[in-house]
């Protein structure tokens, strides 16, 4: 029988470390969820390591069957020790506007630019984190959501902080890229080759 992770009522990314570690040992493990974010953080965890999930949905919360051997321990130590210098290129964006200064118009007007030209430049980030307030730059009514899924169809993987959004409320407003957890966040830092900061 399937070893069982009861991850109801945790905080991000508690679901996502307790089903990494229950993997470790087995080939099978059941994990149960009561929202919709924990359910996909998980899933695009076990899915990225190589397992399979089955998502079977209960009075009592949301069953994730997950099943298979995962990825290769190779492939596993690569992530832990982190890319060679010339791995992935990330993009941390952690405000809503592009410098500090005195007036936030400025601002705005900046991270628009910047955007806008940054489909036009190489080399594209592999990854753009969007943290803090900067998660307002992928919901809806934000001024660079056209530039964001150009850039999502050119591969470039966007990831938006879902504590974030749930801080600003905005969790039903995300227009681009997918909600993330704070350990697939930190795993796409410390894996990078290198990571720029806005």
């Known amino acids: 029988m399937a070893n069982t992770v009861d991850a109801r009522g945790l905080p991000c990314p508690q679901p996502v470390i307790?089903?990494?570690?229950?993997?470790?040992?087995?080939?099978?493990v059941t994990v149960i969820v009561d929202n919709d974010i924990s359910q996909r953080n998980v899933t695009r965890m076990?899915?990225?390591s190589g397992h399979a999930?089955?998502?079977?949905?209960?009075d009592?919360?949301?069953?994730?069957?997950?099943?298979?051997?995962?990825?290769?321990?190779?492939?596993?130590?690569?992530?832990?020790?982190?890319?060679p210098a010339g791995g992935p290129l990330v993009l941390v964006v952690s405000s809503e506007f592009m410098g500090q200064g005195e007036h936030d118009e400025l601002g705005h007007v900046l991270i628009r630019a910047f955007f806008h030209t940054l489909g036009e430049v190489e080399p594209l980030p592999d990854t753009v984190i969007?943290?803090?307030?900067?998660i307002k730059l992928v919901v809806e009514g934000s001024p660079v959501l056209e530039d964001l899924g150009a850039l999502g169809e050119r591969g470039v993987e966007i990831l938006a902080c879902g504590t974030c959004l749930g801080y600003y409320e905005l969790m039903e407003k995300l227009a681009v890229g997918e909600v993330s957890n704070m350990y697939s966040i930190a795993e796409?830092?410390?894996?990078a080759g290198k990571t720029v900061k806005l």
Request: charged share 25%; no cysteine; net charge neutral.
């Open 53 to 58: 999930v089955r998502a079977e949905v209960r």
């Open 188 to 191: 796409a830092m410390l894996g």
């Open 60 to 83: 009592d919360g949301i069953y994730l069957h997950i099943s298979g051997e995962g990825a290769p321990a190779r492939e596993e130590a690569s992530v832990q020790v982190g890319a």
């Open 18 to 28: 307790l089903t990494r570690k229950a993997l470790q040992g087995e080939s099978a």
């Open 46 to 48: 076990a899915i990225k």
């Open 130 to 134: 969007f943290l803090n307030s900067g």
